[in-house]
């Protein structure tokens, strides 16, 4: 189909000049500079990084050759050498999240939470028996959502419990802010419960496929049509328009890093005013 579209373009703008694709994007009066960082990784999902380290944790689909569907894996990529290792030992993994305070990264897969350790290039299952991971997410403590439960668990000393405030309500993301009031998702679009008063209000109807904490802990989302953060009194902005993106996270020098289609793309900030 995308083969079909391109051709009829070529043959309606044969007579101009082809130009490629525009690798400046502007986000709210900075422009930045694409740059693929890694390609041919399918759906470039749950994406994570470990500032200590400078390494970002992804999955992606692949092709499981005995059942010749997609299986999720997970892999991680140096920013700093972009040296790509493939992580082995987890059933379907998905999610990633990591404690940047006490250097410690979590990887969720198809049967519950694994640690990692990224030295030994390995990852020890904390929570045998766990439900399937949907999302992680750490800030006090580990946050998780489960599949197909649509639930928030927290897990802590081996422990997983539900979130009490939110334990009849679906939830598909979760993510805190530096107040603690929690901000979820789930097919009706974006809430926050509020930490003081218990309330839950509704944000918006975003289809949200990622959310996401900078080094300082101002929160980001993404839906697969852009880019958008929760700004310090607690309102939603749309950063900017960006087509299918599988997730963002913010890199130690605010540089937007995002999965598209089969590639995980950096934005840099750059002094160029034009493509060409
Ligand atoms: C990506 O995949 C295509 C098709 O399989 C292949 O031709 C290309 O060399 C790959 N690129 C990289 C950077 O691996
Ligand atoms: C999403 O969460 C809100 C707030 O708890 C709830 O009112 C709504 O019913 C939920 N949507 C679905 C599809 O469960
Ligand atoms: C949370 O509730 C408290 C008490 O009602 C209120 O003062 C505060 O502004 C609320 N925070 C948000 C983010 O709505």
Not at 203 to 222: C, P, R, V
Not at 242 to 263: A, E, Q
């Amino acid at each position: 189909m995308k083969l079909i579209i391109t051709l009829a373009v070529l043959a309606v703008s044969h007579a101009h000049i082809i130009r490629p694709a525009c690798d400046l994007i502007s986000i709210q009066s900075t422009i930045y500079q694409k740059e693929v960082l890694k390609e041919n990784v399918s759906d470039p999902y749950q994406m994570a990084i470990d500032y200590n380290t400078n390494t970002l944790f992804f999955s992606y689909s692949a092709a499981n050759p005995i059942t010749e569907g997609d299986v999720f894996e997970q892999a991680y990529l140096n920013l700093k050498t972009n040296e790509f290792h493939i992580i082995s030992g987890i059933i379907g993994g998905f999610a990633a999240t990591v404690d940047n305070t006490n250097h410690k990264v979590y990887l969720g897969g198809r049967n519950g939470i694994y640690a990692f350790d990224n030295e030994a290039d390995k990852a020890t299952h904390v929570n045998p028996n766990g439900y399937s991971i949907w999302q992680l997410f750490f800030k006090d403590k580990l946050y998780y959502t489960a599949y197909p439960q649509e639930r928030a668990y927290t897990f802590e000393g081996g422990n997983s419990i539900i979130v009490p405030e939110l334990s009849d309500t679906m939830v598909q993301l979760v993510a805190l802010d530096n107040d603690h009031n929690m901000y979820f998702s789930n097919s009706s679009g974006l809430f926050r419960l509020n930490k003081s008063d218990k309330l839950i209000v509704q944000l918006g109807e975003y289809t949200i496929n990622s959310f996401t904490a900078d080094i300082n802990g101002n929160l980001y989302f993404s839906t697969p049509s852009g880019f958008y953060n929760i700004d310090n009194n607690k309102n939603v902005h749309q950063l900017v328009d960006v087509d299918d993106v599988f997730g963002l996270v913010v890199d130690g020098d605010n540089n937007f890093i995002y999965g598209s289609g089969d590639k995980i793309i950096r934005l840099t900030p750059t002094t160029k005013k034009h493509c060409f």
